[in-house]
Structure formats: C-alpha cells, structure tokens
C-alpha cells in the first residue's frame, strides 16, 4: 500500500507539473504583465507569478470573477475581463484586491449591481461597465471617491441620474453614449455637485428635452460631446444656454442632422470660453448672417462635410480668435443644381486664422479678394477642389499677397500652365504642392520667382513637364522636389537643371521613362539622402558596351541614404557603379533583368542595411561577391529569381540563411530553385547542402584551378577557332564513316525530314531550308506541306501522315513558333508524341533566335539536355560560318534514330 501511496503521489506531483506548463504555455507572460486574451478560458489561472501587476483576461468564456480565486493576485493593479460572461461583480474582489485601479468588464452580462458590490474599491480610477445590462440601486458608485473614469455606455439606461447624492468627487470622465435617455431633468446631475468632472459624452442619445439649470450641477464641465444624436435647433438653443453656466471649452455636435444655424443658435455661449465647436458631418446648408458673433473666444471650428450654399463677409463675423478653420468637403453641390458660392472678403473677419482647410470642394472659383484679410494664414490647402484654375499668374492668388504662407496645397486644382511670377505674393512660402494637375509647359525657372525660403515642391503626376538648366534658378533653398511621372524630353543636358540646389536632400525622378543622362545630372548635390529613379529606361548608361563606356552617374553622391533603381532594364551593372556611396542604407535593384554581380561592386557599401534584388535572373549567389554585403543587412529582399540550386551555386547561400539573423521575407515561398531537376520548383530551403560539405579544400582548390584554366584555354579556342575546328573534323568523320548512319528498318520512310515552322517563319524555310536539298545533292528530301499535301486530303490527317513519311523532324525555333498557337498545341504536340510512341530520337532543334531554355521549356516543354548535342543546331549570323552550319545540318539529318 505504501508503494502505491508513494506512485500515486508522484503521478499527482507530475499532473500539477503539467498543468503548470500548459497555463503558463497559454497565457503570455511579460514582467509582471500577463496576457490570458482569447484562450477560450472558463476559470481564472491558478498558477500565474503571483507578483503580476496587469492581468488581461479579455474574449474567454468567464462567468465569474471570484474572489477566492484572485486572492492569489494582490499586487493587481488592472484587471482586464472584458467581453466574456459575467453575470456579477463579487463584492469581496476589491478586498482581495486592494492596489487595483482599473477594471474593466465591458461586454459582459453584468446586471444587478449595487452599493455594496463596489464598497470596497476605495482605490478604483477606472471602471468600464459598457455594453452590460445595468439595473443600478441609489448611489451605486458613492464609496469610488477616487474614481476618474467611468464608463456605462450601452447599457439601455434611461436616466443619466446614477445617485441621489453628493460622489464621485474626483471623476473626470463620464460617459452615458448609446444609452436609451431622451430627457436630461434638472436633478439628475445633482450626484455630480461636488465632482471635478471633465468631459461628459453623450453619444447617440435619443435627447429631445433638457431643463434648465441641470448642468449647472457640473460647472467645471470642459467638454461635450453629443456626436450622432438626433437633435433639433431648440435642443441646441436651449444647450447653449444650459452651458453658459460652465467651464465648456469644447463642444461636439458631429453628426447630429442640424441643417440651420441661426444667429441665436449660439446665443448662450457668449459669456463661455469656447474653443473648439466640431459641425462636421451634418447637413447644414445655411449658415444666417452673424451665426458665430456670439463664439469670440473660439480658437477651431470644424465645418467639414456639409452642403454649404454661400459663404458670404458676414458668415464668419465675430470669430476674432479663430486660429484653424475646417471647410473640407463642405462646400459642394450634392443634389442641387447650383454651384456653391464663395464671395470676395468672406474671410475678413478671420484676422486671426492660420490653418484653412477648403480641400475636395466645388465652389465658382477664386476671386480677385476672396482670402483677403487673412493677415496670420500660413497654411491653406485647396486640394481636389473643382475650381479649374487653369492658367494660374500672379493675380490669382493676389488675395493671399498679406498672409505670411508657409504651405501652399494646389493639388488636383486642374492647373494646366503656371505663369511667371505666380508665387511671387509668398516670400515665406516653405511647402508648395502643385502634383497631380494638367501641367503642360518647359519650365524656364521664372515661375518659382520670389519663393525665398522654399524648402519642397511636389510636382509629380502632372502631363508633360520639360526641364531646362534654368527650371530651378530662383529655388536655391530647396530640400525636396518630387518629379515623378511628370517630365518629358532628354536629361542629358551640359548644365544640369539641379545643379545649384546644394541642400538637395530628397529628389524624385521616377516613372519618367528617363533614358538620356550624364554622369554629371547629380553633380554638386552632395546632402542627396533620396534618390527615386524607380520605372526608368537608364539599362543602356550601364552597359560595358555603351560608346564612351558605362555612365557613373551616380558619383559624387556621398551622403546618399536610399536610391531606387527597381525596373529600369537593367542587365548589366558596372564593378565601380557604386562607388563612393559608403553612406548608403537602403538599395533597390528589383524587378530588373541582372543574373552577374562583380566581385568588386558592394564593396563600399559598408552601411547596407536593406538591400532589394527580387525578380531578376539571379542563377547563383557567389559568396566572393555578397559576403561582405550581406554581413551587415537587417533585411533582404531576394525572391522570385531563377535560382540553380546545386552546390557550387547555393551552398554558400543556404549556408548564410541557415545561420543569419537578416530578416528575409518570402522565404519559403519566394526563394524557389529553377534547377536542376531534383529540385525544380522547390523552396532554396529545401535543399541539401550536406554533400556539398564533402569537398575537400585542397582538391577541390586544384579541381577548380584546373577546370578554370582547361576553361580558359577552351573559352578563347572556341570563341576565335572553334567552327572551324568542328567543321574540319566533322568533314574528316564523315568522309571516314559517311553522311548517314544505317538504321535498320529505316528504309520505309519516304522523307528525310519534316520542316516544323510558324507561319511568321515559312518565307526564311522556303530561302534557307528547302533549297539545302541541291546542295546536298539530293542527299536529303523534305517534306512541304503546299507540295506533298494530296488535294482534298484533311490537313490534320495529311500532317500526321507527313510526320509518319519521315525520317526526321526539325523544328525551327523563333519567338513566333513560341507564340503561334497552331504549331504549340498540335504540331509540336504530335510530333514529341510520334517520338515517344515510336521510341526514336528522331527531332532537330533548329534556333534562328536566342531562346533561354526556361522559356523553351514553358512554353513547348522542351529543353536543350533532351537531345542529342549534335541535333541542336543554331543558323549563324556571319556568312563564312555557312558551309561551318551546313556540315552540321548534315550530320543531324543524318544522325540514327536509335534510342
């Protein structure tokens, strides 16, 4: 009995181990903050540090919060059980709990809850009882006396009354939103007398009635907010005065219908010190003269998105202290017929106002005063407006001549020509936004007169912009200029436009279809961080071949930071294109056609931290080459290339990414081997480089050194000798051993070959292919369809008994063959499966063009190792090679079909 005592003891020491490990697996613990959220818990965890300071608890399946079971936890300070299944809060939780400060249960099915389920929590400041289905006694919260939040939202209440009596003494939040009250009584804030109260939120009520003197219980009451109740204009008279007896300094009424405003809708604001009115999102389509005189205290108004008619001189009087005004989208048209108006001196009175915001507006356009008066504006945007300026000269922002701009926004105005001197009025202008527009003009630099201290121009996405050496003569000052998808014509200019802007930091060159620069566009822009010359056709300037050779036109450019260089075609990079550049963090060269590095091309790149090379043509990656590179990179963007996953191509590689801690996106699904076969279409990661680790160093330094010079030697032989080399010893083999190899059972075929070719393609067989028969001497005979074709035959049958007629099968292979559906889906089809049915190598491969054997294979599902070499024939560019390639068509044609 011992001994089965002793066993059931440790299985039950084992059993509570395992429990211990499986909460602490679930439950994420960080310090002395444990996250529980989601775990689809029904109790509360027993074996948590006990030392916790923050527990969350939030979206499990909790129907109790007992107190026995948090006692474990008395250094709790928040206790989050939101959205899970409480029915009540036991009333000795706060005992146990005696340091905590916030609670939240919102979203639960808390519904009785009484004075003595809170007598304890002396210490609570938070308290979030949202979205529950509260039934409260009298004076419910009247021990919370440090309470600072409170939160009883969605809980059907009708009355905001939650006490008879003086509490809450130190509360400064309330909110009552998405309740059922329809009526504020005189009384019902008396539980709030002696409170500090802040901010009362009142949203989605269904108010129709309030009394006078009921928020005068709460006159240190700073803001409120009223955002999508239904109200009416007397409503809102009678709040207005209601608030004259408090502190309100901020005062929302988004969303809440009001169409009118009146000069007696703010009537009894004018004794408060408001500051901030929110009108947005309401259907307001008349304001009446003198509305605001009322509100000389306000410091921001908030008109947006409504369905103003006119603005006129008196709208806006009164409104002396307005700093920042919010029209966007609220002078539009929606389903009237008549444009909105905007007349001149409508802003006069706002001799104060620095912030205008008249962005996605349609109103008759600008008029010769209609900004006059704005002595303090600095910022104004009429972005997306519907106004049409068109051509724009100094007049038309005259009005602006005595507003000390800083930041200008004229985006998508449907600007088509600046003039010169239209900037003129704006010495202090900082920020000037004139993107997205018609803009078809030559810059001459006169434009941009006047502007002093401009620090950023955004012209991108206009029509046709052309640049001349001049374009920026007058904008010394400037940081940043955005000229992307916008220029048209040549940088390739003697004196490069930029050339001055010596605080150059950010240039933006992309989308441009650029093609033409010198390497001294970027000359003297030595503070360059950004350089964006993305989606340009720059793949010539780098190539060896270029006359004069590669252009560096990236030299000089020493602190740059980031450059963009992803699709410009580029095939070939030169070893010293990024030099100098030792201050460069950031590199993209994707969606580019690059499959070779030189060794020597990273080598100052000694800041690299993201480096982009995805979707190019990457076969190997050499560790000569991005070792050093790549030692310093934080990320690695790398994928979608057509990697040949054998060892002397990826062993390095995959070693790199078995160790590195570079974050490599994509990597099981973009890092994907092209070949060889084993691996095609595998993940890099998937590929084993155990044997590769087998070479011994020393033979396999002798190995390589041998196979690079018998490489070198044979490289140079073939290059200069190596058709006459095989053309002189084909001759002297078939001389020897004759033209053709005797197959036995050959002799039924009535034809040597049959000619597969696009139809693109039949003019070069019928100069090139079928006249090879004379000078063969009737050696070989081929098959042509227009000939040997018997009249009424149907074609499909005829070609397939051609194909049968002969011997071999030669396909002439362009892009057009690539492309031409009737060769790739039958003839192609029927000619492989003739081979494989007849178990003959019996197909010649002719190119007439460069096709890389991926495409060959996608395409036609063909590869250059399914054949024989001597069947792979390529027709030669120079003429004294002919009789070279005519040697081979003969031994190809001549070649035995055996297996």
């Not at 996605?360 to 900004?371: A, I, V």
């Not at 590689?653 to 078995?658: D, E, G, Q, T």
Request: proline share 3%.
């Amino acid at each position: 009995m011992k001994v089965e005592a002793f066993f059931y003891f440790l299985l039950k020491l084992f059993t509570l181990h395992l429990s211990s490990v499986e909460c602490k697996t679930k439950c994420l613990v960080k310090g002395e903050r444990v996250d529980c959220t989601r775990l689809k818990l029904t109790a509360v965890p027993s074996d948590l540090p006990e030392n916790i300071s923050d527990l969350d608890m939030a979206h499990n399946q909790l129907h109790e919060l007992p107190s026995s079971a948090m006692s474990r936890y008395k250094e709790l300070i928040y206790l989050d059980a939101s959205y899970n299944s409480i029915q009540k809060i036991d009333p000795e939780l706060c005992l146990v709990l005696p340091h905590l400060h916030a609670l939240k249960v919102q979203h639960n099915e808390v519904h009785l809850l009484s004075e003595k389920d809170l007598k304890h929590c002396l210490n609570l400041t938070e308290l979030n009882l949202s979205g529950n289905r509260l039934k409260m006694t009298a004076d419910t919260f009247r021990h919370l006396q440090n309470l600072k939040i409170l939160d009883v939202s969605k809980n059907e209440l009708k009355s905001v009354n939650l006490g008879m009596s003086p509490q809450l003494s130190s509360l400064q939040v309330l909110n009552l939103s998405e309740n059922k009250i329809s009526e504020i009584k005189k009384e019902d804030f008396i539980y709030l007398s002696n409170s500090s109260l802040l901010l009362l939120k009142l949203e989605s009520l269904p108010l129709k009635i309030i009394e006078r003197g009921c928020l005068s219980m709460i006159g240190q009451l700073h803001g409120l907010v009223l955002d999508n109740s239904k109200l009416d204009s007397k409503f809102i008279e009678d709040l207005s005065y209601e608030l004259s007896e408090t502190k309100i300094s901020n005062l929302s009424l988004k969303n809440t219908d009001i169409s009118i405003i009146n000069n007696s809708t703010f009537r009894g604001l004018n004794e408060t010190h408001l500051t901030v009115l929110d009108l947005s999102k309401n259907q307001i389509d008349i304001i009446s003269e003198y509305s605001f005189k009322w509100l000389s205290k306000l410091e921001h108004l908030y008109l947006q998105e409504n369905f103003l008619d006119h603005l006129e001189n008196t709208t806006f009087y009164g409104l002396s202290s307005l700093k920042s005004l919010n029209l966007g989208r609220a002078l539009i048209r929606g389903n009237k017929t008549s444009t909105p108006v905007v007349d001149d001196f409508s802003f006069q009175s706002l001799e104060n106002l620095e912030y205008l915001v008249l962005q996605d507006n349609e109103f008759t356009g600008l008029k010769d005063n209609t900004f006059s008066g704005l002595r303090n504006l600095k910022y104004l945007t009429l972005s997306n407006c519907n106004i049409n300026l068109n051509v724009i000269n100094s007049r038309t922002l005259s009005s602006l001549s005595q507003s000390p701009l800083l930041f200008l926004n004229l985006t998508s105005v449907g600007i088509s020509q600046i003039n010169n001197g239209t900037f003129s009025w704006f010495p202090h202008l900082i920020k000037l936004y004139i993107g997205h527009n018609k803009i078809m003009q030559t810059l001459s630099g006169e434009e941009f007169r006047g502007l002093e201290n401009i620090e950023e121009i955004y012209l991108s996405y206009n029509q046709k912009i052309t640049l001349r050496p001049l374009s920026f003569c007058h904008v010394k000052t400037i940081r940043t200029l955005m000229l992307g998808r916008t220029l048209a014509g040549s940088l390739d200019f003697n004196s490069s436009p930029f050339q001055g802007l010596q605080n150059l930091t950010v240039l933006d060159l992309s989308n441009n279809n650029i093609a033409n620069i010198n390497d001294a566009l970027f000359s003297g822009l030595e503070h360059l961080k950004i350089l964006k010359l993305q989606h340009n056709n720059l793949a010539r300037l780098w190539k060896s071949g270029n006359p004069g050779g590669p252009v560096l036109f990236l030299k000089g450019l020493i602190n740059l930071r980031i450059l963009q260089l992803e699709s410009n075609g580029f095939d070939e990079i030169p070893a010293d294109g990024f030099k100098g550049l030792s201050q460069l963090i950031e590199l993209d060269l994707g969606l580019n056609d690059l499959n070779f590095f030189p060794e020597t091309l990273f080598k100052d790149l000694s800041s690299l931290r993201v480096l982009g090379i995805q979707k190019n043509l990457i076969i190997s990656v050499p560790e000569n080459t991005f070792k050093k590179v790549f030692s310093n990179l934080h990320i690695l963007y790398m994928g979608k290339n057509p990697f040949d996953c054998t060892c002397e191509s990826m062993y390095w590689f995959v070693n790199w990414l078995n160790k590195t801690n570079t974050s490599i996106p994509g990597l099981n699904s973009e890092y994907i081997c092209n070949s060889p076969p084993k691996y095609y279409n595998s993940s890099i990661s998937d590929f084993d480089i155990s044997p590769c680790k087998d070479l011994a160093p020393f033979a396999f330094f002798l190995s390589s050194a041998i196979v690079v010079l018998v490489f070198l030697f044979s490289a140079i032989l073939i290059q200069f000798q190596g058709w006459r080399v095989q053309f002189f010893w084909n001759v002297l083999v078939n001389r020897i051993l004759g033209y053709k190899e005797i197959d036995l059972g050959e002799n039924r075929f009535e034809y040597d070959a049959y000619i597969i070719h696009a139809a693109k393609d039949a003019t070069w067989v019928d100069r090139n292919v079928i006249p090879l028969r004379d000078k063969f001497q009737n050696m070989f005979h081929f098959s042509s369809e227009e000939r040997d074709i018997a009249a009424g035959t149907f074609e499909l049958e005829a070609i397939i008994e051609s194909m049968s007629k002969s011997r071999k099968i030669v396909f002439i292979i362009t892009n057009a063959l690539l492309n031409d559906p009737w060769c790739k889906r039958f003839k192609v089809h029927q000619a492989m499966h003739q081979a494989i049915e007849q178990s003959r190598d019996s197909i010649v491969l002719l190119f007439l063009e460069d096709i890389p054997d991926y495409k060959l294979h996608q395409t036609l599902f063909l590869r250059r190792g399914m054949f024989k070499s001597q069947c792979i024939l390529y027709w030669p560019v120079q003429n004294d090679r002919l009789q070279a390639f005519y040697q081979k068509m003969r031994v190809a044609l001549g070649s035995s079909n055996r297996v």
